[in-house]
């Protein structure tokens, strides 16, 4: 894609221009914006790039295994995988509200990259895919009372004390015009066209106080729905997929006994930037089949539903 080669061209000349011999750590979160903006960086200055990739204890299942192997076994890119799970689990016990949790979250990020900004031997960037509906996404909710819809990107500047300026090659770029990106730097496909997953994770598919028996729930429901959706050959015709975890356990019966257990509720959304979703029309012979795959699979839930709100009025997370 001539287009895309040449802003390639163009965006590492402008990475040169801004980093000069300075060193950059880059936050890798395993989605596809971090991933194609490391790459893009290290294409334009190498070795002085090294990337963080953080586990928060709010990831998918295997999902930190996969990044990290994906990124040793394709670049050359120094990777330190921090493994804060015991942090940031331990900072959101007893909170629920879904700003506080953004909040915490993101703080807690700024304090993990600073500390290795500074084992790496001081280094004076720090690196984001941060895109451009992530940008005005964040502007158009600023105005509201200290409300930001996506606190956690730090749009528009990271706290003063971080000392730390930003790279963020990706800020005029749209979600597909990454992947086109991501295409022409060569990364697999399979990676490319991974569904997006947002920065605080899994906290914000689990609404009220999250606990690590409900995430363990949560990643096993989400593994069964998401494997649903592959065989079922549907996967890239969705935006994004998961499973959110309800603050409610409901009664149900399961042989001859009673069970008392968590909720869950389904989403699938059609998409082209995030800014606007449909829920995707599922068969009712899929949702049958992936409920009772659910129920069966996954201990802790006996409850199956499906989200069919739009965006808007609904976001496409549950927090
Ligand atoms: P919403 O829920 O706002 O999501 O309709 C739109 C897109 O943005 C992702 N999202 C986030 N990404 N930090 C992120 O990095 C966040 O705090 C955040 N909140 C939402 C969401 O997954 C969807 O792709």
């Given at each position: 894609?001539?287009?895309?080669?040449?802003?390639?061209?163009?965006?590492?000349?402008?990475?040169?221009?801004?980093?000069?011999?300075?060193?950059?750590i880059?936050?890798?979160?395993?989605?596809?914006?971090?991933?194609?903006?490391?790459?893009?960086?290290?294409?334009a200055i190498g070795d002085q790039l090294t990337c963080v990739f953080v586990d928060h204890g709010l990831l998918r299942l295997n999902e930190a295994e996969?990044?990290?192997?994906?990124?040793?076994?394709?670049?050359?890119?120094?990777?330190?995988?921090?493994?804060?799970?015991?942090l940031f689990l331990g900072a959101l016990e007893g909170v629920s509200d879904p700003e506080v949790k953004r909040k915490t979250i993101g703080k807690l990020f700024i304090d993990v990259f600073q500390k290795h900004a500074a084992e790496v031997g001081g280094a004076e960037f720090l690196a984001q895919g941060t895109l451009y509906p992530d940008v005005i996404e964040s502007v158009s909710f600023s105005g509201g009372p200290s409300v930001t819809i996506k606190s956690h990107h730090n749009v528009g500047?990271?706290?003063?004390?971080?000392g730390l300026k930003l790279v963020e090659p990706l800020r005029e770029l749209f979600k597909d015009e990454v992947r086109a990106l991501g295409h022409e730097l060569g990364l697999p496909a399979s990676?490319?066209?991974?569904?997006?997953?947002?920065?605080?994770?899994?906290?914000?598919?689990?609404?009220?106080?999250?606990?690590?028996?409900?995430?363990?729930?949560?990643?096993?429901?989400?593994?069964?729905?998401?494997?649903?959706?592959?065989?079922h050959g549907l996967y890239d015709e969705i935006w994004q997929a998961f499973v959110a975890i309800l603050p409610v356990r409901t009664v149900g019966v399961m042989g001859d006994g009673r069970t008392y257990d968590y909720a869950c509720a389904l989403r699938?959304?059609?998409?082209?930037?995030?800014?606007?979703?449909?829920?995707y029309p599922f068969t009712h012979d899929f949702l049958g089949e992936t409920a009772t795959r659910i129920i069966n699979e996954v201990k802790g839930i006996n409850r199956v539903t499906y989200d069919i709100?739009?965006?808007?009025?609904?976001?496409?997370?549950?927090e």
């Open positions: 894609d001539w287009t895309m080669g040449a802003y390639r061209e163009e965006a590492i000349r402008k990475i040169r221009e801004q980093v000069g011999d300075a060193k950059v880059c936050g890798l979160s395993g989605g596809v914006d971090s991933s194609v903006a490391a790459v893009l960086i290290h294409e996969e990044v990290v192997a994906m990124f040793r076994d394709n670049y050359n890119i120094p990777l330190i995988h921090a493994d804060e799970s015991d500047g990271l706290p003063e004390k971080m990676f490319i066209g991974r569904h997006p997953f947002p920065g605080p994770g899994l906290a914000i598919r689990c609404p009220g106080e999250i606990s690590r028996e409900k995430l363990d729930i949560l990643r096993k429901a989400d593994a069964v729905y998401i494997d649903q959706i592959r065989r699938a959304v059609t998409s082209v930037d995030g800014m606007t979703a449909d829920y709100t739009s965006k808007p009025p609904g976001t496409i997370e549950w």
